[in-house]
Structure formats: structure tokens, C-alpha cells
């Protein structure tokens, strides 16, 4: 498995930077992470920036100090560079071919992505090349920056914990009131907006009306949710299981599973080190992984 960072987009980028062409009018990002990229791309080059919608839809490139922008006919034609973050089938990149279409007698347009993770070569110039990761059943490559929103295949095969990820952690539990009135309105933190194979939660069962509510009311949808079975946390503690041991026990068990989702950089790298299965750390931002 491979994990890529912000500071790894940045960083791709920055080595990869003399195969970037430089005699660009402006940049366009193709929706929504394609525009991070070409970002900083344009950062780079400071460029003018705009996204493909706001293109297509008349507005002009902001930023960068290179060119003064035009659309008029009657000049020459200026070159713009097309960035995604990456490409697979190329959907997304086909697509912005066809909006771009109309546009062609005006404008010369480069086309590249940071990260080709498949078989499509519908494009310039791609900067790394995952598909060694990407082409294998075993193995599979996640983004920082849409961890929490990949596709459902992906999510479908995902663990995930409750607190410290999806909302805030909540008070001590022996505190009684306080702590139910929290996780009845707990603040949401990073909520998945597909559908998660299952939720872990070292929670007690006896609070599975307030929690279910709670994700009902977040839109969080899932296939199963399981929580500690106690009727209390001093009947939980005379079976002597830490989180770790517990989440890691449901994780192992769990063969369709492919990733854990927890809070605690301490706790993953202990469920990581019990089932040897990919564990991601909210807290640090870490993959447990080979």
C-alpha cells in the first residue's frame, strides 16, 4: 500500500518541476482536487489560476503576474496547462477534454496529472507513475487529501472508529451525564460521506441508541456498527481489554477488511503491529503499513 501526503504532492511536484512546461499563459485545475495541484503548480510558475467550471462559465484567471489574459480571436492563441491530481480510467480527464472542445481555436491546451495510477494515457504528461501499486490485487494507494471521501469500493472495505475521528472525542464516560449528553451531540470532526464496510467503536453497547441517532443525524451511512457489549465500563474493565486489543481482534478477524481507520497514533501502531493489516492514524496523519 501507498500513502500520499500533502507534503508528497507538494514534493512530486517540486522534484518533477523541469518537466512541467513553462511557457504557459495560466493554469486550470480539474475539479476538486485537480485544483489543489494546480495550485501549486501555479504557485510555482506563478501563474494566473482557474478552475475548468469557472472557465467554461466565462470567468477569468486570477493571481500571477506572467501574461495579461485574453479570449479575443484576433491574438495569438495562448497555452494553457490542464492539471488533475491523478487518472485511472480517465473519466475526468475525457470530460474536461469535451467542455475544452469549444475552445480549441483559441487556446492550445497541455494536459497532465501528478500520479497515473492506471491504464489510461489520455494525457501530456503524467509526473509518478503508481500503477505498480494500483494494477495489483494485493496492494492500493490512498491520498491525504480524500482519505475520508474515496470511492466505494475502497470505503466498503474500511474500518473506521467513532471518536477522535468522525467527531470530537467525548468526555470521560464516569462522568456520567455529561458524557451521554456529549455523544448525543457530539461535534463532527471527519465524517465519511460514502458508505463504510463497518464502524468499531470501544463505546459501550448501552449507548448504541444515542450513537446510531447521532450518525443518522451526520448522514454517515455504514454496513454494521460494533460496540463494546457491557452494560457499564467497570464490567467492560474485568475483561482486561485495552482499545487496541479490542479493535485489533474485530480487524483481524475481519478478512474483507483492507483498512482501519482510528484516532491514536499509538493505539494504530498497536493494532498494527498485532494484525499486520494497514492501520491510518488521525492523529498524526500516519499509515501503519509495510
Known sequence: MKFVTLADLAHTIRSNF?????????????PRSGVLAASIIAEFLN????????????ANPSGGNRVRFHR???????????VDDTIFHGRSMRGAREKLQPFANRFDFFY?????EGPCMDIDLSLEDLRGYTESFSSFVIYEWNIFHHIPAFMDKCIWD???V???EPPDERTGQPYIDYISQATPLFTPTVRVGEIVTYRLSIYRKQTEKWLKEQGIEYNVLTMFHAESWEERAKWELEPARYKANIYS???WAKLFVESSDRQAREIYRITGKPVYSVEGNILCSK
Not at 497532465?112 to 497515473?116: G, I, K, R, S, T
Open 18 to 30: 523541469h518537466k512541467i512546461p513553462h511557457d504557459i499563459d495560466f493554469v486550470m485545475g480539474i
Open 47 to 58: 501563474a494566473p489560476l482557474i478552475d475548468l467550471n469557472s472557465f467554461v462559465a466565462g
Open 72 to 82: 479575443g480571436t484576433g491574438l495569438a492563441k495562448q497555452r494553457v496547462l490542464i
Open 112 to 116: 497532465m496529472v501528478v500520479y497515473q
Open 162 to 164: 467513532i471518536d477522535g
Open 166 to 168: 468522525m467527531c470530537v
Open 253 to 255: 478477524d475481519a478478512t
